[in-house]
């Protein structure tokens, strides 16, 4: 395996234009820092990333739900077509060792979800937050900015 | 298809008794209201809601994520095995009309968001809560006991 | 678990007016005999053996590809929507103990696939017929007619 | 999109050791020829091409069924983690633009079929040959060696 860390970008395809902003600095600064982008290949925050990432000569991965590689966004280099429909929210996760949301809507909760149950960490920037019967449940690690998003990804990128 | 409500149940394998008390009081509700009951084939929440829809007649479908029917809680009548692994999840509550969220973690978590992400209604006890950005988000619809909660549950299993 | 066998039916959505015609008495028959039909929920084979298990009083399930219910056939009792495309071909053949294959094309074909891969026995009328590296696989069982392949189906279904 | 190729190549996990070197020579030419590989990421004819194709500074893919990274062979570069079992022979050959399928057992014959499905071209070597009811389906293209199967999966990856 190439020596390079997986980390995962999440989040709606209707962002607001500084949530777009924000994910394309976080694909920026993944690139920059040598780290390889997997998104749902779509696109709102998934292309904002991907581009982001390109413009600094990082690779970009984007696992589609559909039967056509040409759903795919503009900026996906490497198109994942897996005909699973949202049930590849699962495998876009589960393919990095670290996950970034950026706001985001019930698909991207249902991402964050199966990220926290398999143990992989989520660094969130301004997302959903949680309570668990009647607790407040701290697992989605806050981030202020994208460069302390993506170097809280990269630390926690271990396994 | 038949004259019945497909509502499923969901909620964790380590349910506490109190969790399980109220899945097994809600599995007996459908069964008496004639709907017939959807869970993930487990243990816990899945088993008791499954073995109160039994005691009182009703129809039990468990959604396996493995390989193997021999998976299923002994009150699953019919099993379907998947092979999908957690990716299933999405069937559990994409073959249901409504759902009923008790207690759970984050693989409940990620049941409900694939609900409201595919605008099925889901009645929670005790379970999760949602914000997103800082709102609150009152997407799932709360209920004091299993009564309250099939109810709704089946007043809302109208698509 | 109720007493009961699974077996699924598999075949083309656009039989030919002969296949139809089989199928629909593979439907009865495992009706007749107290088995539960499985199927891919859609058209042609699959409606033709749901509507001759309806006939005799049988239980249909339809594993469904797409997000809705509606796409199921007028004679699917049980409709488990997964959302996965033809990835629920897998899920098809795995929930049954045995697999009856009429006709068919490409995607009955996938499901013969799985079924073997699984060890799970496949009945054939008219269907594929399968050489590895230059030699005959007579994995597929032949069978002359829907009583034949229904007795053979219902006698291998152990596991 | 980069202006490269995606092949996948497949074939079982216990080939011949005749089987493992056309695998590595696909992979080899592949490589040669600018095409990225996609394959299921384990062992077998699986690992052999992507070694060919490593030793050649080719890009190699592997569609993981399980849960972890650590299953895929140590020449696969890019691991994307599906967990949903051999349901992910499906993305295997969505992801393609062909596919060469090199002996292989019914895992094989799944992804053979799900490419034919999807009208996506399959080259054979020494591979599963097909009839649908009593006639010879030429569908698989074959090939004599692994030069002449490159050549014409890249000559047919138009899509």
Redesign the interface.
Known sequence: ??NKK?IAVIGGNQPSSQEAKVAEEVGRELARQGA?LICGGLGGVMEAACKGAQSEGGVT?G?LPG?S?QA?N?Y????????????RN??VV??AQAVIAI?????T??E???A???GIPVIGL?????????HQDNSIIPAQNPIEAVDKALNLATS
């Open positions: 395996m190439i997986f390889t991965i696992i039967d590689r795919a503009s996906v280099q490497i198109p994942i077509v897996t005909g699973i429909g949202h049930a699962l495998a589960k393919s706001g985001g809507s019930y698909g909760l249902s964050i979800s199966y926290l149950n398999s301004n997302t959903w937050s949680l309570s668990r019967k009647g």
